[in-house]
């Protein structure tokens, strides 16, 4: 089915449906959020759905609509829908950045992060200038979602064009640390390191990671040469960046 035979298909299906429940195009638009709003809490989406195309027909100025418009498409698995509103969005000028964090609050709100995920996939696909901010946001959200695999490979694709990207170095040295690779994730601590000087983070993960290697801490982990020499540089190294008791203590006992 073509796009403008589904859409007339849609604008027929929507009418019938207007007409079921008693609605006009007098309707209020104060009546449509109304109705939108309750079919939304009760998680009836197909009505949930007609609301805010009805809505949206009255009103496109508003990223919160189009952003509850695309949640309910999401949970009825419409991504051919997404983006058709995405595109709406765009061309009544709304910002997408707008759109994504709308979109994201609304998808952890129903315990359905999926949505937002499968959102920035499919925009990805459907409109390829945008794959770079893309990635950024997937990168972001699978190091939320503590997904290691994809942390390595969202940030690996970032590095690529960029590598000095400190934020793309510090999502793939967590996702090595959760993947157990201390090896490759000490590198990549030590390249952000390399970057920026006054990485306190990296730092701090560089020097406790030291310091449990050099107590015998980590037995899986690969040994290190003068692990206390490193772990002692790091330490005091954060330590002067961001002091703290616990810091101090761990340099002291280093130095016993």
């Not at 940030?155 to 490759?184: P, W």
């Not at 002692?232 to 616990?246: I, N, Q, S, W």
Request: charged content about 25%; some cysteine.
């Amino acid at each position: 089915m073509n796009k403008r035979i589904k859409n007339s298909y849609f604008g027929v299906v929507l009418a019938i449906f207007a007409a079921a429940i008693g609605l006009t195009s007098a309707t209020p638009y104060a009546t449509l959020a109304t109705r939108a709003e309750r079919f939304y809490t009760f998680g009836e989406w197909e009505s949930a759905a007609a609301m805010y195309e009805l809505m949206l027909a009255e009103r496109s100025d508003d990223a919160t609509i189009y952003a509850r418009s695309i949640v309910v498409s999401g949970m009825l698995g419409r991504s051919d829908e997404q983006i058709a509103v995405v595109e709406k969005s765009q061309s009544a000028g709304i910002a997408l950045v707008d759109i994504f964090a709308l979109v994201k609050k609304d998808a952890y709100s129903l315990c359905h992060p999926e949505i937002y995920e499968r959102l920035l996939l499919t925009i990805k696909e459907c409109q390829p200038w945008l794959r770079r901010s893309i990635n950024v946001r997937l990168s972001e959200y699978y190091d939320s979602r503590n997904n290691a695999p994809k942390m390595v490979e969202y940030a690996d694709t970032l590095l690529r064009v960029r590598a000095d990207d400190v934020e793309a170095l510090t999502i793939r040295a967590r996702g090595l640390m959760l993947d157990s690779r201390y090896d490759d994730a000490m590198a990549t601590y030590r390249a952000i390191v390399a970057v920026d000087s006054t990485a306190v983070d990296a730092c701090i993960n560089l020097g406790v990671y030291y310091y449990q290697l050099s107590r015998g801490d980590l037995p899986d982990a690969p040994p290190t040469v003068n692990a206390a020499d490193s772990a002692r540089r790091y330490l005091l190294r954060a330590h002067a960046l961001r002091p703290t008791p616990h810091l101090q203590k761990l340099i002291d006992s280093l130095s016993r």
